[in-house]
């Protein structure tokens, strides 16, 4: 008998060689039917693996990531025996799953494959599927392996193989179809009930724009086919609110290829947004203790190599800007917290000086691969809301809860309600990737937690997502349509102090090193920018949005009462604009519709003769009549219902 350890902390006792389905089995016969995979002492196996030790069991289904992964996983080989029915010719190279879906990249040769093609592949894939074929791993030697390929002339597994080690190489099954695999599967091809082919594109050999370019097959597969009906609407609506669509639809702002790719232009009402946004931040921070500064988009190389920046970024960021001085070398900045670092050395310090919280909207630049680009979501040019937080080791625990509370703040007024908070630590199994020692990344680590606990957040400890220089908190923020972001992270950091020489004087009159908090709630502006369009479609909080009121006379005869309203509602600072356009006023409203501004204002005889306006909503149609005053009321009350006090 060996016992296998359940996620409750249960443990039961089983037959040696009994499998993860027959653990579930025992559990009851609806998780044995909805089980698709398994994780024995934190190796991925099968369900039909037989466990011969004591251990610690995990049971997947398609709820979970990994379940969803083992799935995908297996759609890729699927895929891969169906396009062979079309392109029996083709070299099949890697088939992995991704955050949605999965891919295969294929060498087609002379051969192309297109959308067209999309549909006789599915339908041939869903045929497999349905013959319920079982996902069989078997050992297979290194000279087997390699016959195998040399037969099949393809140069790629050839590759694969002779990088891997002999007794390490297991091949997959199902159907007629064999395939390289570390393994990672469901039962079999029956479990997969809908597909979709979502996309091809090209894809170099390992990345290498040296290597061949090969064509790369996306889809995405399901157990139910309802599931991928409800993914493909969801697809519909998130094309509908993709920022890059909106941002120039809203004129917001744009991109040139004159200017530079990834090098965003903020056009006036984006600009104005944006302002906004900084103000609303820079007025909290004031609150909270914060002093603003401002420092060059440019540093000596010399400070980078200090802060560890250029190890860690220098290879893959832009190259540095030659002087007409010998050997003088700046960089373009890839992070604020040199600067701030400066900042802080411009004078001595007492413990009774700290905390000292310094603050700035600062642009930072790094050279994102031209196919990583994307919108303002990826991006070579972004002004982060940074602060950098230096503070005694008592204050540390204190200062980081008020920066979750700040953090909220902005998350709550506007509208990310629905968020998980993780806890990014060291790779244990990788620690030359990080500065420092050992005994201050388990203070910066301790203090995290401990922190995140005290204030009550449903939080993830993740390995391996630290920054170099510390651990951090960050919040993973999900949007309208469910999908997941990274918005706003707090940092713990014990050794950029010690590398720039940071010192206070304590009690004891001797000099002690501050500890460093790194926050930006916004993460950067672009990228907070792009989720927030997504996430509302373009219907900004009332607060925030470039125009919160259109006037639409009903003729020319009442343009000049409609500026005389216009007048005292831009003196009441409500951002209004007018439509003077010889248009109908159905069309008036049917653009200011598609321009999302939250309130038309209807101008015509009657309310001239009685001094009132007429009001429709956006997305809501009339809601009545009402004086200027009481409109400008109304609009001041609506604001406060979204912008909360800090």
Same mark, same amino acid.
Not at 74 to 101: D, R
């Given at each position: ?80 025996? &169906? ?8 070299? #099949? ?32 894939? #869903? ?100 599931? #991928? ?27 040139? =290829?004159?200017?530079?790719?990834? #090098? ?20 909290? $921070? ?13 540093? $000596? ?22 002087? !007409? ?22 004078? !001595? ?23 990583? *680009? ?23 625990? =204190? ?6 509370? *700040? ?140 125009? =919160? ?9 009442? $343009? ?8 005292? *509602? ?24 598609? &321009? ?51």
């Amino acid at each position: 008998m060996i016992k296998i350890t359940l996620p409750d902390g249960s443990i039961k006792e089983f037959p040696i060689n009994s499998t993860p389905m027959d653990v579930a089995k025992s559990i009851s016969e609806g998780l044995a039917r909805n089980v698709i995979s398994a994780s024995f002492n934190e190796k991925t196996i099968e369900t039909s693996t037989p466990l011969t030790s004591d251990g610690t069991l995990i049971l997947y289904t398609f709820d979970d990531a990994n379940g969803k992964k083992a799935f995908w996983h297996s759609s890729a080989h699927v895929l891969a025996e &169906a396009i062979l029915q079309f392109y029996p010719n083709a070299k #099949l190279t890697i088939g992995p799953a991704i955050e949605n879906g999965f891919y295969y990249d294929i060498d087609l040769g002379e051969e192309t494959l297109s959308e067209k093609d999309f549909k006789k592949i599915e339908d041939a894939f #869903l045929e497999i599927a349905r013959g319920k074929h079982e996902f069989k791993m078997r050992e297979v030697s290194k000279a087997d392996a390699l016959a195998l390929y040399q037969k099949e002339s393809n140069p790629y597994k050839i590759e694969l193989i002779e990088n891997l080690i002999d007794g390490d190489i297991t091949f997959c099954d199902h159907n007629t179809f064999t395939d390289l695999c570390r393994g990672g599967h469901i039962p079999n091809t029956g479990f997969i009930k809908a597909v979709k082919i979502t996309n091809v594109a090209g894809a170099y050999w390992r990345g290498d724009e040296k290597n061949n370019q090969l064509t790369r097959v996306y889809g995405i597969s399901f157990p139910k086919q309802k599931m #991928l009906t409800d993914y493909l609407e969801l697809i519909e609506e998130a094309k509908k609110r993709d920022h890059r669509k909106l941002g120039k639809e809203l004129e917001l702002f744009t991109f040139s =290829q004159k200017v530079g790719a990834g #090098l965003p232009l903020w056009l006036p009402k984006g600009a104005a947004l944006r302002g906004r946004l900084e103000n609303f931040l820079k007025a909290a $921070q004031k609150k909270a203790g914060y002093e603003m500064v401002m420092t060059p988009h440019i540093g $000596q190389k010399e400070l980078y190599i200090t802060s560890g920046h250029y190890e860690k970024y220098g290879a893959d960021s832009f190259q540095s800007i030659k002087t !007409p001085k010998m050997d003088e070398e700046f960089l373009l900045k890839p992070m604020n917290c040199p600067h701030h670092c400066e900042v802080y050395n411009f004078k !001595p310090y007492s413990y009774k000086d700290l905390p000292k919280r310094f603050a700035e909207f600062g642009t930072v630049y790094r050279y994102e691969q031209s196919g990583e *680009l994307h919108g303002l979501t990826r991006v070579r040019g972004f002004t982060q809301d940074d602060a950098h937080i230096f503070c005694t080791p008592e204050q540390l625990d =204190q200062e980081f809860k008020n920066v979750i509370d *700040l953090v909220l703040y902005v998350f709550g007024s506007l509208g990310f309600e629905n968020f998980t908070a993780q806890v990014s630590i060291r790779d244990m199994q990788n620690l030359d990737k990080y500065i420092g020692d050992v005994e201050t990344w388990e203070l910066a680590e301790k203090a995290i937690i401990s922190a995140a606990t005290d204030k009550g957040l449903n939080f993830v400890i993740e390995e391996g997502e630290a920054a170099f220089y510390g651990p951090k908190l960050d919040f993973m923020v999900k949007d309208a349509l469910g999908r997941s972001w990274q918005l706003g992270t707090i940092q713990v950091d014990y050794n950029l102090p010690k590398r720039f020489d940071l010192t206070y004087k304590g009690a004891d009159d001797k000099l002690h090193r501050p500890v460093m908090i790194h926050r930006a709630p916004f993460g950067s502006m672009e990228r907070f920018i792009a989720v927030l369009l997504e996430h509302t479609a373009g219907n900004f909080p009332l607060w925030l949005t470039p125009d =919160q009121v259109i006037l639409l006379p009903i003729s020319e005869k009442y $343009q000049k009462y409609s500026e005389k309203v216009l007048e005292s *509602l831009e003196n009441s600072e409500i951002r209004a604009l007018l439509d003077t356009r010889n248009e109908k006023t159905g069309r008036k409203i049917r653009d200011a519709e598609v &321009a999302k501004i939250p309130f038309m204002v209807i101008v015509g005889e009657k309310e001239e003769e009685t001094g009132t306006i007429s009001v429709r909503k956006h997305g809501e149609g009339d809601i009545g009549t009402f004086t200027i005053a009481e409109f400008v009321e109304f609009i001041k009350k609506e604001e406060d219902k979204t912008l909360k006090k800090f």
